[in-house]
C-alpha cells in the first residue's frame, strides 16, 4: 500500500532512478533485477511493495546510483579506488538529489510513475540519452549545491582517502606527527608530573629560543587538544595549579575531603596524558 503522503526518504522515492538505470548497471543487482518494469505491479503487490522497502533495495540502488553518476565526475580510476567515507561516494549516493533531479530534468519521478496505466511496462532508456541526461543532472546539483562541489575540489586537491576515514591509518598519523610537531627536537613537552611539586605549574611547554611563534602555537595546540578531553572538574585543578594555588586550597575550593585527592586526580591527569601522548607518536 502507497502511504499517503511519500516521506522524502521513503524508498518508493527511488523508483524512478531504478527504471532510469541502464540495462547494464541494473543487471548487477539482484533485487533490482527481481522487480518487475511495471510499476503498477509493484504497486498493487504487498509483497513487492516489502521488497522496494527492504533493506536490499536500499543497498542496491544506492550501489546503482554511485555507478551512474560517478564517471561525470571527472575522477580517475574507478570509484571501487575510493573507500566510502569520502565526499565522492557520499554524493553519488545522495539519492534525494538524484530523485529531484530525475523529476525536474525529464518529468521523470514518482508522480509520473503513478500517473502511468496500470499494466504500462516500462523499456530501458537508450543509453547515449541516459548518459546525457545523467551530465545535466550532475552539472545542476554541482551548481545548486556550492558545498558538495566545494568537497570534492579539496579532494581533487588533496587526494587521499585516507583524509575521510574514520580509522586511524599510519598516513593519518604521519601527518598528525608532522603538524603538531611530536617529533621535533626543538619543541619539549614537560611531564604532569611537575604539577606534582608546589611550584609546578600544569601543563605546559617550554620552547627554546629557536622555536618561532607558528610553531610554539602548533606546540600549544597540540596540548590543548588533551585538555579538551578533561572533565570540568580536572580542567578546574589544572587552571588553580597553573594560577599558583596550592593542594590544599585546590581541596577547599573544590570541595574535597583533604589535598590527597586532588594529588591523585593530578596523577591521573598525569597518566592520561602520558598515554595520550603516546597515541600520537
Known amino acids: 500500500m502507497i502511504p499517503v503522503p511519500i516521506p522524502q526518504d521513503n524508498n518508493l522515492r527511488c523508483l524512478p532512478l531504478m527504471y532510469f538505470l541502464p540495462e547494464e548497471i541494473i543487471s548487477r543487482f539482484p533485487t533490482l533485477c ?3 518494469r511495471c510499476a503498477g505491479d509493484i504497486f498493487s503487490s504487498d509483497e513487492l511493495m516489502a521488497v522496494v522497502q527492504s533493506d536490499a533495495f536500499f543497498s542496491e540502488i544506492a550501489d546503482a546510483a554511485e555507478a551512474l553518476i560517478f564517471p ?12 566510502g567515507y ?3 561516494w557520499k554524493f553519488c549516493a545522495a539519492l534525494p538529489i538524484w530523485n529531484k533531479h530525475l523529476a525536474k530534468d525529464i518529468d521523470f519521478g514518482l508522480p509520473t510513475l503513478m500517473r502511468l496505466p496500470r499494466y504500462h ?5 537508450d543509453f547515449d540519452f541516459i548518459d546525457s541526461a545523467t551530465k545535466r543532472m550532475v552539472e545542476r546539483a554541482l551548481a545548486e549545491e556550492p558545498g558538495w562541489q566545494a ?3 579539496v579532494m581533487r586537491e588533496i587526494p587521499c582517502e585516507e583524509d575521510f576515514e574514520p580509522r586511524n591509518t599510519n598516513v593519518r598519523k604521519d601527518f598528525y606527527r608532522k603538524w603538531y610537531h611530536t617529533r621535533s627536537k626543538r619543541v619539549k613537552m614537560v ?28 606546540a600549544e595546540d597540540y596540548v590543548q587538544r588533551f585538555k579538551a578531553q578533561l572533565s570540568v572538574k580536572d580542567m578546574r585543578i ?6 599558583g594555588h596550592t593542594y590544599e ?3 577547599s575550593r573544590l570541595g574535597y575531603k583533604n589535598h590527597s585527592g586532588v594529588i591523585k586526580r593530578i596523577r591521573a591527569i598525569a597518566k592520561a596524558f602520558e598515554q595520550y601522548r603516546a597515541e600520537q607518536q
Open 121 to 125: 511496462v516500462i523499456p530501458f532508456f
Open 34 to 36: 527481481a522487480l518487475p
Open 191 to 218: 611531564s604532569l608530573d611537575a604539577c606534582l611539586e608546589e611550584d609546578g605549574h600544569g601543563i605546559h611547554e617550554v620552547a627554546d629560543a629557536s622555536v618561532d611563534f607558528e610553531e610554539r602555537i602548533v
Open 72 to 83: 561525470h565526475l571527472g575522477f580517475r580510476g574507478r570509484k571501487e579506488h575510493y573507500t
Open 151 to 153: 568537497s570534492l575540489d
Open 238 to 243: 589544572l587552571e588553580l595549579r597553573v594560577e
Open 86 to 88: 569520502t565526499p565522492l
Open 249 to 251: 586550597d585546590i581541596a
